[in-house]
């Protein structure tokens, strides 16, 4: 029963850690189930904390499904949110550092 319960508490703190990493570096998880991948990102379009959206790639598609320009951390509550939901319909989601593509120089944003 210990080796039950220090296995959970392991698992939670390292699921834990991902996400602290990935909201101080900009967050991005990936989900997968199947062969269905999920990408839920946190984008800082200008560099910095404000202004920021949360992007969802699905089949290759990108779209913004929330910004803020006034609220820090709405993003990632946000982003955090959608990405439990994603898990309750049985995706695996990973925190991954997110590139910000202000600045990589994509364009496109």
């Given at each position: ?40 990102e946190v ?16 089949d290759g ?31 695996e989601c ?16």
């Amino acid at each position: 029963m210990k080796q039950v319960l220090v296995g959970i508490i392991v698992s939670v703190l390292l699921l834990s850690s991902q996400q602290l990493l990935a909201q101080e570096q900009g967050q991005s998880m990936h989900c997968q189930l199947g062969d269905a991948v999920r990408v839920v990102e946190v984008v800082y379009p200008k560099g910095g904390e404000l202004p920021c959206e949360v992007q969802y790639t699905k089949d290759g598609v990108t779209a913004v499904l929330w910004q803020a320009s006034n609220e820090a951390g709405y993003c990632q509550q946000q982003a955090a949110s959608f990405a439990d939901k994603l898990r309750g319909y049985g995706f695996e989601c990973v925190a991954m550092p997110a590139a910000n593509k202000a600045e990589t120089g994509d364009a496109s944003q």
